[in-house]
């Protein structure tokens, strides 16, 4: 899994989160293509994308927003 994007993300609450991007390449005989991408904060916790911009904490409930 590679470290592709970071971004910084506040919740309704205001508070301020680091979110990180991986994504796993697929592999074939020839090539390889982008896989899925998974969304984490920065201290591990598990995020469900809604959009490029909107997430949802999964631990929480809590929505957060790319600023």
Do not use: C, W
Request: no cysteine; charged share 30%; net charge negative.
């Amino acid at each position: 899994m590679d470290l592709v994007e970071k971004f910084d993300a506040k919740g309704a609450s205001g508070a301020a989160y680091h979110v990180e991007v991986y994504q796993t390449p697929i592999e074939n005989l020839a090539d390889a293509f982008p896989g899925p991408k998974t969304y984490r904060l920065a201290d591990g916790r598990a995020l469900n994308p809604h959009s490029e911009d909107k997430l949802r904490i999964v631990q929480t409930g809590e929505k957060i927003y790319r600023v």
